[in-house]
């Protein structure tokens, strides 16, 4: 009796075992996405493309996905490290484009290169603290790798590929700022008519009609550099101050 029950706990213990990366890797084939330790705390996700290279990276403070845990940040020259160390600087190419963005606490700085898309996300509201970089989004610009919209050059079609992004994550007041920048400054451009479609969003409407007031609205918006010198967009009022000096209202 007490030998059955032993083969009992034994066999239940086989049942509940995790499978091993070499039992996936047989039955379904190579993985297209891996992730790796690169620091003590910081992960790196790379996602492949059809040519074995990598085409998307994402650098991040590890976490276990089953726990809620409090949000871990990033020392800023750890992650300037880490991003030379897997993308060099020479390998991007020309820088030909650079924007930030910000809304509350949540900054973005995205640079533009010939072969390379850098998304660096910061928490604005740390800058004294050692550790306040949140991600950091690689996107690799080749045949090979899928079209994620992050690599548009023209200003116009940049702010277009920024506001259909917000409007997917739910951001939908800097969707508003930034579909209405680009059909206030580039009213002939393919993308403006695109944007018009999206500011019907009632959301997105919504938000531009109720600037002033809401407390959805974003508290900050950074446009890109050569977009500085523009006026008040879209008629949204209620600007905060370090905004519209900014956007040079």
């Not at 706990?9 to 790796?36: N, P, W």
């Not at 548009?152 to 969707?175: I, M, Q, T």
């Amino acid at each position: 009796m007490k030998m059955l029950i032993g083969y009992a706990i034994l066999l239940t213990a086989c049942l509940c075992a995790g499978q091993t990366s070499a039992e996936f890797h047989s039955r379904y084939g190579e993985s297209d996405t891996e992730r790796f330790k690169i620091r003590d705390g910081i992960g790196l996700t790379v996602e492949y493309g059809s040519d074995g290279s990598a085409c998307q990276m994402e650098i991040k403070p590890q976490n276990l996905f089953v726990q809620r845990q409090p949000q871990r940040l990033m020392a800023p020259e750890v992650v300037d490290g880490i991003i030379d160390e897997v993308v060099p600087p020479e390998t991007r190419g020309r820088k030909v484009n650079s924007m930030l963005q910000q809304m509350g606490c949540s900054r973005s700085v995205v640079d533009y290169y010939e072969n390379v898309t850098i998304d660096r996300g910061t928490d604005a509201c740390l800058s004294s603290k050692p550790e306040r970089d949140t991600s950091v989004n690689i996107v690799f610009k080749r045949q090979a790798c899928p079209d994620t919209g992050l690599h548009a050059a023209s200003p116009d079609a940049v702010l277009y590929k920024r506001g259909l992004r917000a409007w997917k994550e739910n951001k939908f007041s800097v969707a508003h700022i930034t579909l209405q920048t680009l059909v206030n400054t580039y009213p002939n451009s393919e993308y403006a008519s695109r944007a018009k479609m999206l500011l019907k969003n009632p959301k997105i409407a919504a938000c531009g009609e109720s600037w002033s007031s809401s407390q959805a609205c974003v508290t900050q918006q950074l446009l890109p550099d050569h977009l500085s010198g523009l006026g008040q967009l879209g008629g949204c009022s209620g600007w905060p101050p370090s905004a519209q000096k900014f956007a040079g209202t």
